[in-house]
């Protein structure tokens, strides 16, 4: 019952530029959209959320599709820390139910 | 000084045993969870406290039960462990009123012998 999808995998190089897909045709109106991302042996930790407008942070930009059934989680200039697995979700507010589905494992090649 | 900590790390225990996580916030939060990850990398949400109260109890078998003495703490506790419960047990913790998202703990990983 997973409500977003997500390619399983993306490679990049290193300091190159990172667009990470996620679907969600189902999303509500009043869903926020929200990005993780798990490092090995790491629980997983926020990386950024919206809710209509483009967001931007200190870890990543979040370009959300006028339809809202679409994101794109930007990562500017790939380092190798950022080899981790990324997972997009959604949900209403802090206590609504996030729930997770495999994500989109990314390697970066040095 | 750890926002979300779990307790112990790691769990090797025989089958038919119970055994139990412990879990910290000092972040403040109303509301903790413990979502199980599997072999295959899929998070799911197991139950979920808001200020001591249960609000979410998704499809767990009844071996698990979480107690949450007071809202900076949700221990879960499982009786008679079988294989299949082997996992990454996650817990974590979020604010009310805001989409900011989860506080996660580094994870308990279980595995039942």
């Known amino acids: 019952d997973a409500k977003t999808t997500q390619p399983n995998s993306m490679e990049s190089n290193e300091e190159e530029p990172v667009h990470l897909p996620c679907n969600h045709s189902?999303?509500?109106?009043?869903?926020?959209i929200h990005w993780y991302r798990q490092l090995p042996s790491q629980g997983p930790e926020y990386v950024i959320h919206g809710l209509t407008s483009n967001v931007n942070n200190r870890m990543a930009s979040l370009a959300i599709a006028e339809d809202r059934k679409s994101s794109t989680l930007i990562l500017h200039r790939a380092t190798l820390r950022d080899a981790a697995v990324y997972y997009c979700t959604t949900g209403a507010g802090a206590n609504s139910k996030l729930t997770f589905g495999k994500g989109i494992t990314l390697s970066v090649r040095p | 000084d750890t926002a979300v900590s779990q307790t112990p790390k790691y769990l090797v225990t025989q089958m038919g045993n119970d055994k139990s996580i412990k879990c910290e916030q000092n972040?403040?939060?109303?509301?903790m969870y413990w979502y199980k990850q599997d072999s295959k990398k899929f998070l799911k949400i197991m139950f979920s406290y808001n200020n001591k109260e249960l609000i979410i109890n998704e499809t767990v078998p009844n071996r698990f039960s979480p107690k949450s003495p007071d809202k900076a703490h949700l221990n879960l506790h499982i009786n008679s462990l079988e294989l299949g419960d082997s996992a990454v047990y996650f817990c974590a913790s979020s604010q009310d009123l805001t989409p900011r998202g989860y506080t996660f703990g580094s994870g308990t990983r279980l595995t039942v012998v």
């Open positions: 972040l403040g939060h109303d509301t």
């Open positions: 189902t999303i509500s109106g009043t869903d926020y």
